[in-house]
């Protein structure tokens, strides 16, 4: 029985150092493919060829910036990597017999889809956890957000705000105006279901709905 506690606990700090290790280099070095994307590739069926273009933060659109910001996580600024209020706001409703909707932060979001894998189970989620912690820790929002906008599903096959760009209204992320950062944002729920162009109704709803939210959001600034 010893032998085996030693071995857990031997794999168990190989995997905290490692771990760290990873999160630590996506400080600096720019990531070139993740779990997601090698599992999207290994389910096409039409084998549609990956677009991935990593551009720096300061070359995406502060339309883009903001509109992700005001869809997903208005208070990404202010937490640090979860957010209590949204979580128990999403519990409340689901007593009162709604459906019970996601809580996910964009810090939660790139933890999972950077270094997990999509299927929900308490294991990735408490994983989920860990990894937010940690980016959070060793991360500058400035950063998350950059890993984020870079990695995101934003269409089939589709990742990153380049490459969204490119295929969805072809033009560089740099050049994306309101409306159609508006209309990336709308997407996001379910980036291979909805078109950001042409828009159905919901989306267009949507689209709507987030550029109020970017109105009231007033002033936006994620630099140091």
């Given at each position: 029985?010893?032998?085996?506690?030693?071995?857990?606990?031997?794999?168990?700090?190989?995997?905290?150092?490692?771990s760290v290790i990873w999160v630590f280099i996506y400080k600096w070095v720019?990531?070139?493919?993740?779990?997601?994307?090698?599992?999207?590739?290994?389910?096409?069926i039409e084998k549609i060829p990956i677009e991935h273009q990593w551009v720096d933060l300061k070359n995406?659109?502060?339309n883009l910036q903001l509109a992700?910001?005001?869809?997903?996580d208005?208070?990404?600024?202010?937490?640090?990597?979860?957010?209590?209020?949204?979580?128990?706001?999403?519990?409340?409703?689901?007593?009162?017999?709604?459906?019970?909707?996601?809580?996910?932060?964009?810090?939660?979001?790139?933890?999972?889809?950077?270094?997990l894998w999509p299927q929900r189970s308490w294991i990735r989620k408490g994983l989920e956890s860990y990894f937010t912690f940690l980016i959070e820790t060793l991360w500058s929002k400035?950063?998350?957000?950059?890993?984020?906008?870079?990695?995101?599903?934003m269409g089939n096959q589709i990742y990153g705000a380049e490459a969204a760009a490119i295929f969805w209204f072809n033009?560089?992320?740099?050049?994306?105006?309101?409306?159609?950062?508006?209309?990336?944002?709308?997407i996001l729920p379910n980036p291979r279901k909805y078109l950001a162009e042409p828009a159905s109704n919901y989306i267009q709803?949507?689209?709507?709905?987030?550029?109020?939210?970017?109105?009231?959001?007033g002033a936006f600034s994620i630099s140091k």
């Open positions: 029985m010893k032998k085996i506690f030693r071995l857990i606990f031997k794999g168990f700090l190989a995997f905290l150092i490692l720019n990531v070139p493919v993740t779990p997601l994307m090698i599992i999207r590739n290994a389910q096409s995406i659109s502060k992700v910001i005001c869809s997903e208005q208070h990404f600024l202010e937490h640090k990597g979860f957010d209590t209020k949204a979580i128990e706001k999403a519990i409340k409703e689901h007593k009162t017999g709604k459906r019970l909707r996601g809580a996910s932060t964009i810090s939660q979001q790139t933890a999972k889809n950077v270094f400035e950063r998350i957000l950059e890993v984020y906008l870079n990695s995101i599903e033009k560089p992320a740099t050049s994306l105006t309101k409306n159609e950062a508006a209309a990336v944002a709308a709803k949507r689209k709507k709905w987030i550029l109020l939210q970017m109105r009231n959001y």
